[in-house]
């Protein structure tokens, strides 16, 4: 079943309740869904909260911690069943294309803010396009993120007598093992879904490429996904498993950055996001940590783009509120701030990079150079790739492989081909 479809089953209720229903109050509120929640990404949001409540709007926050967004997206459907969805929620990539067909999205709500901030001339293409549903801009993008990082604690690495950053898998596997024997953890991970799938695209990345990467996770090409390069994907899935502590348990990403930060663990594979916990913890960049890009990625750079959707409301305040936010969140303050505290790089073409850290300024390079040939793409564990019905088969096979100490990965190739094949 498609996941428009089934999106629809969840919210067809809705259309039992009056549109009316779906207003805030008449004093310019605005309630907003998302899953921003750790230290680093919560002083990134103030920003955002202080600047619409000093323009006199009221902010009503509704974050959900966990799952990588999957508990807030649970939130919102059950929002949206009762006929009372937030004015704005965090949502991403095709999921807004999935919102907007159920025409609970604003329909041309943000096009005059749009038009009068220059839009179409301070994005991307790329990021333009993620935001709008039937030519009407419905979303307001805030970022983008590199997800194919690894993040290195210089001083593990010293410790355990490594030179220097690993820049292929077999690199990797050597750091780690130089790690191990010095008794730090190599690989600093929480066993989440969307944390291990995160691993994994990092992976099929660097074993495929670009290209193959693409035809796996976008495409979905059958051939490619069941193929001998996926099948040495979950090999080498398996072999780095081998180097994260084995009592880790699902603990949220930035408890596995803590532990890179603390020296305890030598490096993680996460994007850029984790980037706010260094920052929250008054390290800088390139002295007391180092950002390289995911062994075996380097020219290729795998992009989530963060973004609040705006829900289809009659309330003048609300609407008034929505217009608010969208203004700020593309204002050059906001973008530099709000970016320099989350980790992640402006969506406005005309920011001067040189106010950001190396790690920043190094993506905002790679991403210019991967977005000239088919080195960009979007990231599959962070909702830009596909649908979540695509998603939660890649998720559910990554994590059942995963569990497995006995699995086979070319085995692992096929059932992740019926999968996918299935969900679609």
Known sequence: M????????????????????LAADSKGSIEVTHWWTSAGESAAMDVLRNQVKADGFTWKDNAVAGGGGAAAMTVLKTRAVSGNPPGAAQIKGPDIQDWGQLGLLTEDGLDDVAKSEGWDKLLSPTVAKI?????????VPFNIHRVNWLWINPEAFKKAGIAKAPTTLDELFAAADKLKAAGIIPIAHGDQPWQNSTVFED?????????????????LDQ???????????????KKLTGYMDPNRGPQDWNQATAQVIQGKAG???????????????????????????????????TYNVDSLAMFKVKDEGTV???????????????????????????????IDMKQFDECAQ??????????????????????????????????????AFISDKNADPAKAAQQLGAAIKAAQ
């Open 362 to 399: 190094a993506s905002a390079k790679d991403f210019a150079e991967a977005s000239k040939g088919d080195g960009a793409q979007p990231s599959m564990a962070h909702n830009m790739a596909t649908n979540l019905a695509v998603q939660g088969a890649v998720f559910d096979t990554v994590n």
């Open 131 to 139: 935001v709008q549903y039937d030519g009407h801009y419905v979303a």
């Open 320 to 350: 008034a509120a929505q217009k608010d936010v969208a203004k700020i969140a593309l204002g050059t303050h906001f973008q530099t701030v709000f970016n320099q505290n989350k980790g992640s790089i402006p969506v406005r073409n005309d």
């Open 223 to 237: 051939k490619t996904l069941t193929g001998a390069d996926m099948a040495k994907s979950f090999a080498a899935l």
């Open 2 to 21: 498609k996941a428009t479809t089934r999106l629809a089953a969840v919210i067809s209720l809705a259309s039992l309740f009056p549109l009316a229903a």
């Open 267 to 301: 490096m993680q594979a996460m994007g850029d996001w984790a980037k706010s916990e260094w920052s929250n913890a008054k390290k800088v960049a390139g002295k007391d940590y180092q950002c390289v890009p995911f062994p075996g990625t380097a020219g290729s750079y």
């Open 203 to 219: 992976i099929v990345l660097a074993v495929m490429g670009p290209e193959g990467y693409n035809k796996a996770f976008v495409q």
